[in-house]
């Protein structure tokens, strides 16, 4: 099973699962968990199944890995111990929590079109450019064929 605690001392793995160093990983647990507390208000003692990832640094990496790289729930599921229902829910769940979490420290994603407007503003100008060549296909040889196959072009560009 995939745990923090075996990722924590292989910083290019750690990277490469979350984008982040384990410094950053650090700080942003310490929010994520007090977030996590706040969300569940679960308490352990009243009964109830116990969570199949337990730390909440494992919780963590699962969703940030999850994220990151987008397994097949039945993969995510596999590697960290559990079925593929409860990564589901699981996945759902820390959603929500890092969501809060991320929204608390100020690092929420823009929705809102004046917002990300004004955020583009901000930002240095940039140069993009968008490749669209068209590519001549062999058109069918009965009548039908070519019809559908028609783009409504008389003569090929030079």
């Known amino acids: 099973m995939v745990s923090y605690?075996?990722?924590k001392q292989k910083p290019r793995t750690l990277m490469a699962m979350t984008s982040l160093k384990a410094?950053?990983?650090e700080?942003?647990?310490v929010s994520f968990?007090?977030?996590g507390d706040e969300e569940t208000g679960r308490n352990l003692t009243k009964g109830g199944r116990p969570p199949i990832i337990?730390?909440?640094a494992d919780r963590l990496l699962f969703i940030l890995f999850y994220l990151k790289t987008y397994p097949l729930q039945e993969v995510?599921?596999?590697l960290f111990g559990m079925s593929q229902p409860r990564a589901n829910f699981t996945i759902h769940r820390l959603s929500r929590v890092l969501n809060?979490?991320?929204d608390a420290r100020g690092h929420k994603p823009a929705r809102l079109?004046?917002?990300m407007l004004s955020r583009l503003e901000q930002e240095t100008r940039q140069d993009l450019g968008i490749d669209g060549t068209e590519r001549r296909i062999n058109r069918p040889v009965n009548d039908l064929g070519q019809r559908i196959h028609y783009s409504g072009k008389k003569n090929a560009t030079p």
């Open 5 to 7: 605690e075996g990722v």
């Open 23 to 25: 410094s950053e990983f």
């Open 27 to 29: 700080e942003l647990l």
């Open 33 to 35: 968990a007090a977030t």
């Open 54 to 56: 337990a730390s909440m």
């Open 76 to 78: 995510i599921a596999h």
């Open 100 to 102: 809060k979490t991320l």
């Open 113 to 115: 079109t004046e917002e």
